[in-house]
């Protein structure tokens, strides 16, 4: 098990100077095997007879590395990886639906408390006027309509 474990260390440990036209994982178009590699290649090629090594080219058509497929241990742990990163977004998207959902109850607290204040100052309004003995007013729904005297409703 040992011996296993350092030959998929050494093997990844040799693909991250591989080079490749970006870097980071990526899977082979010509033969959907998961490939490694930490400094880019501006071209790839492969022979039929060996299609699983990819030979790497510089931008002067120079030969520069060869990229190998991950061994299964490290496609696992890639994996294992990009299910870890999925979860973890998921889980960012539940905490930002939560906080979005506690903006809407705020607003809907302020939206409340600022037509209750509104009630009050309507009620103050008409209880003022009704006190005052020069205009009559009369409440009809939420509206308050004060009669002067000499003026119409």
Same mark, same amino acid.
């Given at each position: 098990?040992?011996?296993?474990?350092?030959?998929?260390?050494?093997?990844?440990?040799?693909?991250?100077?591989?080079?490749?036209?970006?870097?980071?994982?990526?899977?082979?178009?010509?033969?959907?095997?998961?490939?490694?590699?930490?400094?880019?290649?501006?071209?790839?090629?492969?022979?039929?007879?060996?299609?699983?090594?990819?030979?790497?080219?510089?931008?002067?058509?120079?030969?520069?590395?060869?990229?190998?497929?991950?061994?299964?241990?490290?496609? !696992?742990?890639?994996?294992? @990886? $990009?299910?870890?990163?999925?979860?973890?977004?998921? *889980? /960012?998207? =539940?905490? %930002?639906?939560?906080? !979005?959902?506690?903006?809407? @109850? $705020?607003?809907?607290?302020?939206?409340?408390?600022? *037509? /209750?204040? =509104?009630? %009050?100052?309507?009620?103050?309004?008409?209880?003022?006027?009704?006190?005052?003995?020069?205009?009559?007013?009369? *409440?009809?729904?939420?509206?308050?309509?004060?009669?002067?005297?000499?003026?119409?409703?």
């Amino acid at each position: 098990m040992k011996i296993i474990t350092l030959v998929a260390v050494s093997a990844i440990s040799v693909l991250l100077s591989a080079c490749n036209t970006y870097t980071g994982y990526f899977q082979a178009g010509h033969n959907g095997l998961l490939y490694y590699t930490s400094t880019p290649c501006p071209k790839q090629t492969w022979d039929n007879n060996y299609p699983n090594t990819i030979y790497c080219y510089d931008k002067n058509n120079n030969f520069s590395h060869t990229l190998n497929p991950l061994p299964p241990e490290a496609v !696992a742990h890639f994996h294992r @990886q $990009q299910e870890e990163k999925r979860i973890a977004m998921l *889980q /960012l998207q =539940q905490s %930002m639906n939560n906080i !979005a959902q506690g903006f809407q @109850q $705020q607003a809907q607290s302020y939206q409340q408390a600022t *037509q /209750l204040m =509104q009630n %009050m100052q309507r009620n103050q309004n008409w209880n003022r006027n009704r006190q005052n003995s020069t205009s009559t007013c009369q *409440q009809i729904g939420n509206q308050i309509y004060c009669r002067h005297h000499n003026s119409g409703w």
